[in-house]
């Protein structure tokens, strides 16, 4: 600021001691030596002995300014004078220029007060007052203001804070203004809404898992309390029988339980190719089933996963048609655009179309239709689908192509990129 009122100040001054060149040139220098200033400037006009030949009026009765001339080559000079004893100021901006008019030179000098920050006491005095009072003010507004910007953050710290996992349905303020709190509220609200679904489904999990595991379990207790309760009367075969009935049935559940935990963990599992048709051979012939199955396969069929993953996905498949089907099942493997497809029919009752979604979730059973499912646990096709998703497949249930009644699964996975290398 100082800076620029130095450099405003001097350029008046040259504007004025141009003007006094101009006169002494003239000759006219005014009665009596006066010259015209402007309001706060000084001027004056020596010979070159040193004589004052003019003076402005606020310099009336001054002598020569002690100010050395120019240097030869140069007829001007500009600079900063203290101590002259001149009224106005302790220290003065000057312009001098040296005029080469006959018999001799003669010297213009062009001067002002400095100009400084706080110019007068009295301005001094209340600038010394309103700085502080400006700077306590300035600390005020943006403690207020950043108060208020935070005060709805605030609000869903601690909100969060006391959200526990009794009482997830509560959600965070969000505020009116559209702006980058209310879209962090809204975004947390939405991670409370997964995380509310995803503990209401582990709930209904467990609740499922204890009421799959509570039948075969009291199928044991129950067979081995007969058994004590009337040794000689129990037939030891069939006891045994039954108790390996129920014993494969908790067996079942829980290899299925770790099928699904391993896929809910993080799906990595050793990846390599695949032939999808023979490992359908392979599932049909490994152990014998109720109906006859036919593969129809128009020759290899190789994706890029897990071996014993897609086997189980097969088997879990086989399995389900196997049960549910009236004489026979059928597997077409084949290749359709950038996927490979295998589709897995029977000639069963069906599943109506209200229901093709809820056969995906887990212990899910449908009461009409397929009651006649009595070896399931009600996990295999979940596993399925986690399997196929995993893969980056997908699983679904449709209508028969050819109209005639009965289920058809149909799988996708992408086939495999040029240049694939297995990877874990």
């Not at 000084?42 to 002995?49: E, K, M, N, P």
């Not at 963990?265 to 023979?278: I, W």
Request: contains cysteine; glycine residues 8%; aromatic residues 4%.
């Amino acid at each position: 600021m100082r800076r620029d009122a130095t450099e405003n100040v001097y350029e008046e001054l040259d504007r004025e001691a141009r003007r006094l060149v101009t006169v002494v040139r003239s000759g006219v220098l005014g009665d009596q030596g006066r010259i015209f200033a402007q309001e706060g400037n000084l001027l004056q006009v020596t010979d070159s002995r040193g004589r004052v030949v003019a003076n402005s009026d606020d310099m009336r009765g001054q002598p020569a300014l002690p100010i050395r001339p120019p240097p030869p080559g140069d007829d001007r000079r500009s600079g900063r004078a203290c101590h002259l004893d001149l009224p106005g100021a302790r220290c003065f901006l000057y312009v001098e220029y040296r005029v080469d008019v006959r018999p001799s030179p003669r010297y213009a000098y062009a001067l002002a007060p400095e100009p400084s920050l706080l110019p007068r006491p009295l301005a001094a005095g209340l600038m010394g007052l309103a700085i502080p009072f400006l700077t306590g003010l300035a600390g005020y507004g943006t403690w207020y203001t950043v108060g208020r910007a935070w005060r709805p953050v605030d609000a869903i710290r601690r909100e969060l804070d006391e959200i526990t996992v009794t009482d997830l349905e509560r959600r965070v303020p969000v505020p009116g203004k559209r702006d980058e709190v209310a879209l962090l509220a809204e975004s947390v609200n939405a991670t409370l809404d997964r995380l509310e679904k995803a503990v209401a489904r582990q709930r209904g999990f467990v609740s499922d898992v204890s009421h799959e595991l509570r039948s075969p379990l009291a199928g044991l207790r129950m067979e081995l309390e007969l058994a004590l309760a009337d040794p000689e009367a129990t037939d030891l075969t069939e006891t045994l029988r039954a108790l390996l009935t129920n014993t494969d049935r908790v067996a079942a559940v829980a290899d299925d339980l770790l099928a699904l935990a391993r896929l809910d963990s993080d799906g990595n599992f050793q990846r390599e190719p695949a032939d999808l048709a023979e490992l359908t051979d392979q599932e049909v012939l490994r152990r014998p089933r109720r109906h006859r199955v036919t593969v129809f396969s128009e020759g290899p069929v190789v994706v890029h996963g897990g071996r014993a993953e897609l086997a189980r996905l097969l088997t879990n498949l086989l399995d389900n048609a196997d049960r549910h089907a009236s004489r026979e099942v059928t597997v077409i493997v084949r290749t359709e655009a950038a996927s490979a497809v295998l589709e897995m029919v029977d000639d069963g009752p069906g599943i109506a179309p209200q229901d093709r979604e809820r056969v995906f979730e887990r212990f899910t059973r449908l009461a009409e239709g397929r009651h006649q499912d009595a070896g399931g646990t009600g996990l295999g096709l979940a596993i399925s689908r986690d399997i196929a998703e995993a893969h980056g497949g997908t699983l679904v249930l449709a209508d028969r192509t050819d109209g005639q009644e009965g289920a058809r699964f149909v799988l996708r996975l992408p086939l495999p990129r040029a240049g694939t290398r297995s990877a874990r």
